[in-house]
C-alpha cells in the first residue's frame, strides 16, 4: 500500500491535528520519500515508518511535538540535518539497519538538545573502532545508545505514548469480568434455589397424591363392612325361605 493511502487509512475519520501516534510500517515509498504527511499532523507525538523503503527524511514536515521516531530497516545513508531542523522536541530515535557508515553522518544530530535514546543496531558505523565512545561523545546529551548507558545499563522500557492508557482499560475490563462473574454466581444461586422451591413442590404433590390414594383406601375399607352386612342379610333370607320349602 502506497504512503499516502495508508495515511488516510490510519487517519480513521479523524482530523490530522488529532493524531498523536501513527504508525505506517511496511507500506511503500517508491520514489524513496516521505509523501501525505503534513504540517496539520501538528500534534503528533510517536512516528513510525519502519520498512517503508525510505533513502531520505527530507521531505518530513515540521512536527514540533514528535518526540519518537521509528525509522529502523530502511535505506537511510545521511540527510539527518532535517530531523534537526523539523523535529525539535525530538527525545528518541531509532535507525536501526539503516546505511549510516560514518560517525559524521550523525553530527546533525548535535543540534537536538533533549535527544535521548539512539539506536544504530545493524548499520556499518557500529563496526568502526571506539564505536560507542565515540558516539557518545559526539552526542553527550545521550543517555542510552543501542538500548543501554555508558555504564552498560540497560535503558527501561518505553512504550509509545497512550499503550501505557491501553493497559490500563484493559485492567479496567478484567475488573469489570471479575464484577460479572459475581453476578453470575449470584445467579446461579437464585436457580439453585427454584429449582429446591420446584423439588419442595414436588414432594408437597406428592404427599397430597398419597394422602388422596389412603383417603380411597379408607372409603373401601368402610364400604366393605356394610356390603358385608347386606350380603349377610341376604344369605340369611335366602336361608329361611329354604327352610320353609321343606316344611
Sequence with gaps: MEMKKRINLELRNRKPS??????????RSDDGKITGLTTDFENLEFLSMINVNLLSVSNLPKLN????????????????EALAEKCPSLTHLNLSGNKIKDLSTLDPLKKLPNLNSVDLFNCEVTMLMDYRDSVLE?????????????DDQEAPDSDPEGLDDD???????????????????????????????????EE?????????????????????????RKRDVEDDGEEEDDDEDDE
Design 18 to 27: 488529532e493524531v498523536k501516534e501513527l504508525v505506517l510500517d511496511n507500506c
Design 65 to 80: 511535538k514528535l518526540r519518537k521516531l521509528e525509522l529502523s530497516d530502511n535505506r537511510i545513508s545521511g540527510g539527518l
Design 138 to 150: 559526539l552526542l553527550p546529551q545521550l543517555t542510552y545508545l543501542d538500548g543501554f548507558d555508558a
Design 167 to 201: 493497559l490500563d482499560d484493559e485492567d479496567e475490563d478484567d475488573g469489570e469480568e471479575d464484577e460479572d462473574g459475581v453476578v453470575d454466581e449470584g445467579l446461579d444461586d437464585d436457580d439453585d434455589d427454584e429449582d429446591d422451591d420446584e423439588g419442595a413442590e
Design 204 to 228: 408437597v404433590r406428592d404427599d397430597d397424591d398419597d394422602d388422596d390414594d389412603d383417603s380411597e383406601d379408607e372409603e373401601v375399607d368402610d364400604a366393605a363392612p356394610g356390603q358385608k
